[in-house]
């Protein structure tokens, strides 16, 4: 089988790995000429996956054309404000019935796009593929050191989600479905806000019990705002939801949680962005979800604070003090009052 993975960032680079190892013909492409000439001389991905030996049998191309001659899988690597751009471009050169599967996790700021929506108005029209999502708590950090991973495929169509599942499945990594592409990619690109303010707390001296509250009460935002959008209550509750916010808001490897830990030491957004070669994918997440509950009239005062740090420059340690002096609730009124479980 042949495969396509389109960006070469860690996610990408440790996708190909896995593609590989499985057997499949795979092409890695590399944005950057210079980037790509490098690795291919060092067999190495040393600007965002150091340390990581790149198998032989992947060949590296910065050409469109070359990486995706004849691919069945198309793998949608690149960061979610780069998506429409890139898939737009690749789409010249996917062939009829191939599976694209989106492997980025944000939506675009200002269509409010989920990324299997932008590819799909991207693609050419008459253009016959599927689409697909592979999502959950994956860093590539140790994905590419194969250590075990659980993710999930999810596709509107149950064949599709399986044979993405049969394409990536192996000893270290494994794959389950879902049917429910929206909540896959809501919880995909909603974790990382919660991430954020996981790191901003961490960074203000807080400690495991506020973020143990932040991951609980965002896991609710998440869900509130994904059933709006469409999503399945339960998907929230795996590997995608639940799974991804575990470990992006406890793992150094988080490139959004230390982005706040940085910003709750009293450095400013724009330190941090420029302060590393990789996308903070919350950050333009939290505009996206803040504009989606202005839009559909849905609470989420965790993600509305996270907007106010990040976008309107207000001192963290206040809007922790806002969200704390929030009127009481009932823990679980929304679950029991709209019954969702």
Same mark, same amino acid.
């Given at each position: ?200 707390? +961490? %960074?203000?001296?807080?400690? /495991? ?7 609980? !009460? @965002?896991?609710? &935002?998440?869900?509130? *705002? ?85 976008? +309107? %420059?207000?001192?963290?340690? /206040? ?7 929030? !009127? @009481?609730?009932? &823990?679980?009124?929304? *679950? ?6």
């Amino acid at each position: 089988m042949k495969a396509a993975v389109i960006g070469a960032g860690s996610w990408g680079t440790a996708i190909s790995q896995i593609l590989a190892d499985n057997g499949a013909e795979v092409r890695l492409w590399v944005r950057r000429q210079k980037l790509a000439e490098r690795i291919k001389s060092t067999r190495e991905n040393s600007e965002y996956l150091p340390g990581i030996r790149i198998p032989d049998e992947i060949i590296i191309t910065c050409e469109l054309e070359e990486a995706l001659d004849g691919a069945e899988f198309v793998v949608m690597a690149v960061p979610s404000q780069a998506m429409r751009k890139i898939a737009g471009e690749a789409g010249r050169y996917i062939k009829n019935q191939s599976i694209v599967i989106n492997a980025a996790k944000g939506i675009e700021v200002g269509t409010l796009l989920r990324m299997s929506q932008v590819i799909k108005e991207e693609l050419p029209k008459g253009l016959e593929v599927e689409i697909a999502v592979i999502s959950g708590p994956s860093h590539a950090e140790e994905v590419a050191r194969r250590l075990p991973t659980a993710v999930v495929a999810a596709a509107e169509k149950k064949d599709v989600a399986e044979k993405v599942q049969d394409f990536f499945m192996n000893s270290y990594f494994r794959v389950y479905t879902n049917l429910d592409i929206v909540g896959v990619e809501m919880g995909g690109a909603l974790k990382n806000i919660i991430a954020i303010c996981a790191g901003i707390a +961490e %960074g203000l001296g807080f400690g /495991d019990n506020t973020r143990a509250a932040l991951i609980t !009460r @965002g896991i609710m &935002e998440i869900i509130r *705002l994904g059933v709006k959008m469409g999503g399945q209550p339960s998907t929230f509750f795996g590997l995608s939801g639940v799974g991804d916010v575990i470990v992006t808001c406890n793992s150094m490897f988080s490139r959004n949680r230390r982005a706040g830990i940085d910003i709750g030491r009293g450095k400013s957004v724009k330190e941090v962005m420029t302060s590393t070669n990789m996308v903070i994918e919350g950050i333009y997440t939290t505009k996206a979800a803040y504009d989606l509950a202005r839009k559909y009239g849905i609470e989420m005062p965790i993600t509305e604070k996270a907007y106010e740090v990040l976008y +309107e %420059g207000k001192n963290p340690v /206040d809007a922790v003090k806002e969200l704390m002096s929030r !009127r @009481g609730k009932h &823990e679980m009124e929304e *679950l029991i009052n709209k019954d969702w479980l």
